[in-house]
């Protein structure tokens, strides 16, 4: 993996500023990507520990690498963050200095056509960070009306929800809905022309249908948990988060 096709992170300074890092401290960078917070957690460790979690193998291939130029342990770990208390358990760490949460999908994901996730290019339903397990293909093609809509409304706050998905139902009934531009075509058919002449209407049902895909929140809900728990006294929690009304990334 290229260097300059690595996801650079978001509000670096202010993550590592507020994670407080200690040379001798335990981290966990739950959502670890191409390494790019976990780098600056590295740099300034010396006999502590940093562990690294990510469903995307690739990405933990790239991290793996870019990580193996510091010289504290750094220990990357194929998985969801909610396994978090278990992984930490085998490696003997009861109690951790600071924990990173960069929470949604990485540049670098949007940006490989072939995984998915964007509307901006055709490829196979996917979104899946993984590569496993449930898919876009399936949400889109299998779930029920009523289901896709709650999906739309609640992880997408897509008001048109109903419209996109009758249109979604009507197209699936002729042949299957495999790529990502079929979808968004059907989208845009259904929303009002005022809305496609403002901005692409596929974001939000995307992000959904993403959301969905991954349990991106179910996954949070665990996750924020087992950080807090595992947290000493003093320790530092750091969460990345979009904010969707401003269009600003929040830490």
Known sequence: MEEKRLHIPVLFDEVIDGLDIKPDGVYVDCTLGFAGHSSGIAERLTSGRLIGFDRDPAACKAAKERLSRYGCECVVINDRFSSFNDQLEKL????????LMDLGVS????????????YHEDAPLDMRMS??????YDVVNEYPAEKLMQIL????????????????VRARQEKPIATTLELAEIIKRNVPLKVRREKNPCKKTFQAIRIEVNSELAELDKGLDMAFDSLKAGGRLAVITFHSQSGEEQV
């Open 131 to 136: 590569g496993e397990g449930l898919s876009a």
């Open 92 to 99: 003997g760490i009861e109690q951790t200095d600071g924990v």
């Open 153 to 168: 409304y609640d992880y997408g706050e897509e008001k048109f929800a109903r419209g996109i998905v009758e249109g979604i």
């Open 107 to 118: 540049s670098y994901q949007l940006d490989t056509p072939e995984r998915g996730f964007s």
